[in-house]
């Protein structure tokens, strides 16, 4: 039974890998050229990279924050109540943001639907920093104290006691969360379509409504896009995680030490 | 069938299905789908030889029908098996936007371009599509228009091509940039300073119901009569007929692969009588007008459509018919979805 | 104080929304409610099963393909959804699936399992082999019973919210391979935001974010009964 259900498993994980293969298939014969060349293309591309890593970046920088000083505050109350946005679908999150900041409601530059793309952001923001939260919560509660301690003693800043005594411990959950929202947010629909522009849209936006409308019926365009964006992500996944293992092997070691 | 809007929806719920189901015994089941949507299934199901499908009958019109017959995914032979297509006025039947509809689809209803306004907050409202964007220019934040993704946004760009081109553009597919750049020049003075445009024509609606613009655009010249009796839109809202109107016949179809073709073509039987041609006229459900020729029905139902009446939001009749203009190829609908991006950024 | 209770209130200021317009509490489309409930029901219940049996043979089980298939499990999440999506999509064309009940489940699992097989294996590896391998002396009935099961209720629940959350969220991967034909909750809302009716845009994120804390409350009901049964039991 364990077996059966493994081997299902690893099946259904494959699915994901097969339908990079169809992409690829479906792709071939792409003009990549005008692919690169096109406006429309380019500018989404230039705005979901702000996106992107506008909304990555604070829910992280937040996230670990919010972690720190929940362990070292002991702030009970505030660590479940931090749970509750992931509980909440990331569409029914959009629409309450639209809401939130729509027509009359909008808060002078913060309004739904323009292009700096400020809702989309604070969406993300609310949702995934509680993701953030909790996967650098456990680390936290696991943290062994002393290294801080012994930076504290050699009386280093502040932020140098974070940078040597906690850093180097958090590296693989924050890399881990990193991709794992970079993946998420970069290539979605519901929330950038919902509180985004008509010009520049989101890559994801863009590459879903060209592949449902009518005039594309055999467009080769979002499956392209849709690969070569995989690949991007695939690539600084690959990167980040060599460049960073010879760190990560040494705490590991340290740590079992 | 698209399925954004409740009107047609209740038609179709609440007065055709219970009828079909009693007359005929057949079962109706509208699925809120958007036409590109099913013919991409239906394309789907031609790939793949799926000889029994899904969907039973569709309503299509426009590119996607020129798609759809391209790609070799409707019936045909309607005209013979549908006793009720006799009655068709015979312009609308013929062709489809252009696309000669070859027997691959039978008309439903006929409708024209039209803008509604609300006379309380406009006291001059524009008579032209030049004094459209002036007035823009005076009322800036109060204009608007869909995306061109979108059905009627797309139909609004394509009556300002008329203005410029006329019909001659048929025969060359090519816009001139400095169209475009008159385009981009309205963009300051619409809602939101041009940043962005509704998705929909509902979201359109919706700005207009609220208050936010003051004006909003459809086919179909007796849309609003609903809207402003259940109070959704304001109570002055008045149409509005500019230079011309694209008339817009929309019909309805059979897939290649339905698995009840006959019960399709009881439906499509019931939805051209002329009892539920009145209805759908009428200003209780949708008010979509007729695709019959009113010449070749008898007299007592000729009368009943001509006692239908006028409404407040209806235009004039005559005026309207006179500015009717027929529609674009699909080809100039291709064109103006690729190159409108520019306009928008 | 006054920090923790800023940041409660910044938590909590994009629920107000709910309470900006009256919500119509019409039901359009019962099929939409019926179809989410039962992909909440049956992807909750493979997501659980599939999960913790993967974690569980990731964990503590020897086999020199272990890296590859930990490595091939956890993959996915790298993965940009929308891409999974345009791939199964012409996976599922080719295999006739589109449009089909089956379908559309099949593409959620593959998008809901890694996320699933992460939090069963980060939650399996904190309760630890110990704890197991003292229980392995019962009969297997009991273990499941009396160690396994309340060992691993908490995680469970926390499986099937997670699989409930992440699959009410689509929009795309259910009208795409649902082909418009399997309503969800999450298809109305996104037509009633389209389309121009608030009141019913609003009540169906009432129901978005109600699902989940009806499934919390449920599987904690039914925790709770089940230890107060196997404690009498043991008694």
Redesign the interface.
Known sequence: MLRSSVAVTIMVSLLPLTALVFLAIESMGMDWGSLLTNETWRDSFVTTIYVVSVSTGLSLVIGTWLARTVVQKGWRFLSSVLRLPMFVPHIAAAYLFWLLFTGMNGIGWIEANERNYVTVILTYIWKETPFVFLMMLGTYEQLNRGYVEMAKTLQLSPFDQFKHGELPFLMKPLLDSAWILIAFISFAYEIPALLGVTYPKLIGVLAYERLSTGLYLEATEPYAVALVWTCLVGIGVFLSYVLTASIRRRIERGVRR | MWGGDEGINSYIDDYVAPRLEESYNVELNRVAMDTAEFIRQLSLDKKADRQVGTIDAVWINGDNFRNAKEAGLLRDGLMERVPNAELLNETAQQSDAGTPTEDLELAWGNVQFIMHYDASKVDNPPQSFEELRRWTEDNPGRFTYPEVTDFTGNAFVRHLLYERYGDELDQKATIEDSFWDDLKAWSPNLWKDGQTYPKTLEQLDQLYASGEVWMTMGFNERRAEAEVTEGIFPRETRALVLDHSIASTHFLAVPFNAPNPDGALVLLQELLSPEAQLVKQGPEYWGDGTSLDLTKLDVNDQRAFEELGEGVTYPDSEQLLERSIPDYGPNVIDTVREEWPRVAK | MIR?GL??CL????????F??VPSFEIENNMAIVHTIGLIVILSGINV???M??A??LLW?DSRWKHV?EW??F??????????L???Y??L??A?L??TYVGVT?AL??VT??YS?RLAY?GMA?IGRPLLEQARILPSRRRVMYVLYPLFSRLMRTIA?FTT??L?????LI??IG???I?TV?TE???S????N?GL??SN?WM??LF??LL?FLLSGWDRYMVRMLKGRLQ
């Open positions: 923790q940041l409660i938590t909590f200021i994009p629920f107000i929304s709910l900006f317009v099963w599939l999960s049996m993967c569980w043979w089980t298939i091939l499990v993959l996915p999440l790298f993965i940009p959804m929308l891409a999974t345009f791939g199964l012409l996976i064309a080719e006739g589109i449009g099949l699992l593959v399992i890694p097989i980060n904190v919210l959350v992440i009410l969220s689509q929009f795309a009208q795409l082909a418009g034909l309503p999450t809302l996104y037509q935001y389209a389309g121009n608030r845009a609003l994120t978005l974010i989940p804390v919390y």
